[in-house]
Nanobody, 127 residues
């Protein structure tokens, strides 16, 4: 069983920054691509960013490209999401997730292909 625990959310003014972390349990973290998703009130959960298991590839939703950066530290079993120049429309609960198969999923933005999810962390951006 894999557990994912997000942290780092909070309230920030527009234009500010936050860094989210997602700590994973288990010994196989480095074998899996990881993703960040978000869900705003009344909206469907949507893809934000993904990073490949090899750490060679990062993939972003158009809405966050150039402002958000995903990274990973395999020694710490942790994936990060650095969020800069935040906008009120970035307000949502942010979730990290593990891709369902090892050594694959480099550019996957489809929710259904991720098998383990964290509990989420709230990000609120005030105008």
């Amino acid at each position: 069983q894999v557990q994912l625990v997000e942290s780092g959310g909070g309230l920030v003014q527009a234009g500010g920054s936050l860094r989210l972390s997602c700590a994973a349990s288990g010994r196989t973290f480095s074998s899996y691509s990881m993703g960040w998703f978000r869900q705003a009130p009344g909206k469907e959960r949507e893809f934000v960013a993904a990073i490949s298991w090899s750490d060679n590839y990062a993939y972003y939703a158009d809405s966050v490209k150039g402002r958000f950066t995903i990274s990973r530290d395999n020694a710490k079993n942790t994936v990060y999401l650095q969020m800069n120049t935040l906008k009120p429309e970035d307000t949502a609960v942010y979730y990290c997730a593990r891709y369902g198969e090892p050594y694959s999923g480099d550019y996957c933005n489809r929710l259904g292909e991720y098998d383990y999810w964290g509990q989420g962390t709230q990000v609120t951006v005030s105008s």
